[in-house]
């Protein structure tokens, strides 16, 4: 009994032992692992667009006037010099109040007394020819026959002259008067006064012709209204023609450079679109972010090399992605970003080796989202631990987690 009894607890101390080393032994840690590879690589600049049709054509008002309501719609094809897109009409008189109604009947019954002063000037310019013609006619003969002097038939002849030049002057103050109550009743005419209802729509009116073909794109307002020189009517553009308009920090957009390829995503069709950069603005511009941030700002315009068939729907002023390719090589050895983490000045990975993980510093070149250039350090096909954790040390046994 004494020793099944010694045996029990040498069996049990020895479970013991072998437990305690177990729980002490080093274990593997599970880690992420993932391969350096060697491929193609693109530095981009990831920004939101907005599509503008190239040299739109903002028709506005040549003259002051009443506007009719407008002919064509928003997305109606226009024709240049052909399809009418605007008329503007005289506007109406405008409603005058009592005092001014008054003076305005007073000034017509000013007009219509001078008028009848000149018509009785007129008639007494009249009769005094008449009477000059029957005096000339008389004295001509008695001057024939001798019985008046010469002298006196010349101041006859003179007074006839001066009664033609009265009956002249008299005719043109008629004519003047008349045309002054014709301006004082002009004033009394109120709205709707000046169109005649049996006048076919802009017969007397502007009509303003497309001045090229394309697409409306915008009306200011459908409805008529009165309008002053230079408002502002309806645009029309070509969509055939678009561009990409891109504001990007004025940090990034040194970055870009001339004639840069982009990617344009997430447009509502299918696949990308290829783009140009055409320019880029020279003066940034100040744009309060929605965090309430002062930004410099820098507007690019992007050319679309696609036909007009493979994009078919987009408009004017489309919401799109933008990927722009600041530099691309073919051939580079990357290594992911989440594998590296600084050491010191430098840079340095956790590589697999067998089941250990072994430290190593690595020199970088240039970074994209997700990876990095390996300059030296790390060779093609080398596993490197994602996500290392602080506690990793060199040499520590791991395992790649499933």
Excluded at 119 to 130: M, Y
Excluded at 304 to 333: Q, S, T
Excluded at 346 to 364: L, T, Y
Aim: proline content about 5%; charged content about 25%.
């Amino acid at each position: 009994m004494g020793m099944m009894r010694k045996l029990g607890l040498g069996l049990v101390g020895t479970g013991l032992a072998a437990s305690l080393v177990w729980a002490l032994w080093p274990q593997a840690v599970p880690v992420d692992l993932a391969p350096v590879t060697r491929g193609p690589m693109q530095g981009v600049i990831l920004a939101q667009g907005v599509t503008r049709v190239r040299n739109p054509y903002a028709i506005t008002a040549p003259i002051t006037g009443a506007v009719t309501r407008s002919p064509i719609e928003v997305g109606d094809q226009v024709v240049a010099g052909e399809t009418v897109v605007a008329v503007i009409q005289p506007a109406d008189p405008a409603l005058m109040d009592a005092r001014s109604r008054a003076q305005a009947e007073a000034a017509v019954a000013e007009a219509q007394a001078a008028v009848a002063v000149a018509q009785s000037n007129l008639r007494q310019a009249e009769s005094g020819l008449d009477h000059s013609e029957l005096q000339l006619e008389r004295s001509r003969a008695l001057a024939d026959r001798g019985t008046i002097p010469r002298r006196m038939l010349e101041d006859i002849e003179v007074a006839h002259l001066a009664a033609q030049q009265t009956l002249d002057a008299a005719r043109a103050q008629l004519e003047l008067n008349r045309a002054a109550l014709t301006r004082a009743e002009a004033q009394l005419l109120g709205p709707q006064a000046l169109y005649d209802p049996d006048t076919e729509p802009g017969s007397c009116c502007v009509q303003i012709l497309a001045p090229q073909n394309g697409i409306v794109l915008d009306v200011e307002d459908q409805s008529a209204r009165l309008v002053q020189a230079g408002s502002p009517l309806l645009t029309i553009g070509n969509l055939e023609e678009l561009e990409i308009e891109v504001d990007l920090l004025s940090t990034d957009a040194v970055r870009v450079p001339d004639g840069a390829r982009a990617l344009v995503e997430r447009w509502g069709g299918d696949g990308a679109l290829d783009a140009r950069l055409r320019r880029i603005d020279p003066a940034a511009f100040t744009r309060i972010s929605a965090l309430g941030i002062e930004e410099q700002r820098v507007r690019l315009r992007l050319d679309l090399l696609n036909p007009p068939e493979d994009r078919m729907g987009l408009g004017d002023g489309f919401r799109v992605h933008v990927r722009l390719i600041v530099w691309e090589a073919e051939n580079l050895v990357q290594v992911p970003q989440a594998a590296l983490f600084r050491d010191g000045d430098g840079w340095a990975v956790f590589v697999q080796d067998a089941d250990r993980a072994r430290h190593r510093r690595v020199e970088i070149g240039r970074q994209v989202a997700g990876g990095a250039e390996v300059l030296a350090g790390l060779d093609e096909g080398a596993l490197v631990v994602l996500y290392p954790a602080r506690t990793l040390a060199d040499g520590q046994k791991i395992v790649a987690r499933d």
